[in-house]
């Protein structure tokens, strides 16, 4: 009984995210005379709700992670499952923009040549490696959650969870009090998504709204590039890690992942997705003490859909200004973008800061952003649902990974 009630109240939840989804398209269309008035007064709502899930981002990464490591209570077993998860994340994410870059290749012949002068964005300064591994660790306690520097949170995170592991018994009421607050932000993220069709619904509005159906059509090509690009992905790697490393049918994995694939559709965010990907993966079979380190981080450091969108957009953005990549340049592109998209949380939109930083690592033009960023929310969507399913993925293969160790470790 108790658990009929449970589905009742969340499957409605996805379908109004969509149903708002469409609806606020619609609404776009019927309102692209009065652009003004659904920036001036829809927008804003869009964006209470987008602050909204900013605020959630870091207690949540930052208690989950403790958690997660907590509850492993062996710092030995932390570093094995931490090191299979960040070389998961980033041989996946250099597949994802391997592919993203044939993808734009093979369609570079149908981009259009667009006029490119008189095109502006505000320039975002790039960081060197060195000081992207100094940047990782914090120097205070309060900045990286004041300014939400993820991965000096993840950091935090970790070191936090070790000590408490070492501390033992005297931790024990602090391990405790973790785990408490992390059920009670979770809960706090379950009332914000609650007003997810209202925001989904205000912040596409607008932009259809702005840009019309028009760029839509212009801008189709490089649109379908991604999103084929994404089906390779999640129907190629995903499928084959799951099947070869993770022992799951690709096709129930996809099957079990599609309450969260919506979500993450609608919602544009992967770490408002975490409570749907987190129940999603547990009903797969993934061991929750992994899951709740594996998929927050994930959240954070692993954008495989992202990865894709720099790909394509690189490509299309040269081929707008009559630049051909080298092969040296794609190489370059590859590094970068891996790197890129670590340390930016799943949020909406964040994808864009990156592509800034993987043009001008090739030397193209960074205002080029500009053509794309009209649509970025359209990219965003798909980028996301790629992204959470990589990080379920790496769930499952991690999970299956670990007890194969511990069943070795047990027959020795
Ligand atoms: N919206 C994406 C996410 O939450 C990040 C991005 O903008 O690419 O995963």
């Known amino acids: 009984m108790e658990h009929k009630e449970e589905k009742k109240i969340k499957l409605p939840l996805a379908a109004k995210i969509f ?4 609806l606020g398209i619609l609404a776009g269309l019927a309102l692209q005379s009065h652009a003004d008035l659904a920036e001036t007064y829809i927008r804003p709502f869009g964006t209470i709700f987008l602050n909204l899930l900013k605020f959630i981002v870091v207690p949540i990464v930052l208690f989950s992670i403790i958690d997660g490591v907590i509850s492993m209570s062996d710092i030995r077993k932390v570093g094995v499952i931490g090191l299979r998860t960040v070389v998961y994340y980033l041989c996946t994410t250099a597949f994802a923009i391997v592919i993203g870059l044939a993808g734009g290749s093979v369609f570079s012949r ?33 900045q990286p959650m004041s300014e939400a520097i993820m991965l000096q ?31 009670v932000f979770m809960k706090c993220m379950d009332i914000i998504l609650r007003l997810s ?41 995903y499928s ?4 070869l490393l993770g022992g799951m049918r690709p096709l129930d994995f996809l099957k079990g992942q599609l309450p969260a694939m919506i979500f993450a559709f609608s919602s544009a965010s992967s770490v408002g997705t975490l409570p749907v990907n987190m129940k999603g993966c547990e009903k797969m079979g993934a061991d929750p003490e992994i899951s709740s380190f594996v998929l927050p981080l994930g959240a954070t450091i692993n954008m495989d859909g992202t990865a894709i969108y720099q790909g394509v957009c690189a490509i299309f953005i040269a081929a707008c200004y009559g630049v051909r990549l080298t092969p040296g340049q794609m190489v370059t592109i590859v590094l970068t973008a891996t790197l890129a998209s670590i340390g930016t ?5 964040a994808g864009v800061v990156m592509l800034a930083m993987v043009l001008q690592s090739v030397g193209l033009p960074v205002e080029g952003i500009a053509l794309v960023a009209g649509v970025d929310r359209i990219f965003d969507m798909g980028r996301t649902v790629v992204n959470i399913t990589g990080d379920a993925s790496c769930a499952i293969v991690v999970s299956r990974q670990e007890r194969l160790r511990e069943q070795r470790k047990a027959a020795k």
Request: glycine share 10%; net charge negative.
């Open 153 to 183: 949170v993840i950091v935090m995170a970790i070191l936090i969870g070790f000590a408490i592991i070492l501390a033992g018994e005297e931790a024990a009421p602090a391990a405790k009090g973790i785990h408490s607050f992390g059920v």
């Open 110 to 142: 149908f981009f259009p040549v667009l006029e490119t002068s008189g095109l502006s964005f505000q320039e975002t300064e790039g960081v060197p490696p060195m000081e992207t591994l100094v940047n990782m660790f914090p120097s205070n306690i309060i």
């Open 345 to 349: 949380a799943g949020v909406p939109g």
């Open 197 to 237: 069709p209202v925001g989904v619904f205000c912040l596409i509005c607008p932009v259809v709204a702005s840009n019309g159906a028009s760029i839509l059509g212009s801008l189709a090509m490089v649109l379908l590039a991604a999103y084929v690009c994404y089906l390779v992905h999640m129907l190629v790697v």
């Open 19 to 22: 149903i708002a989804l469409l």
């Open 240 to 243: 084959a890690a799951v099947g």
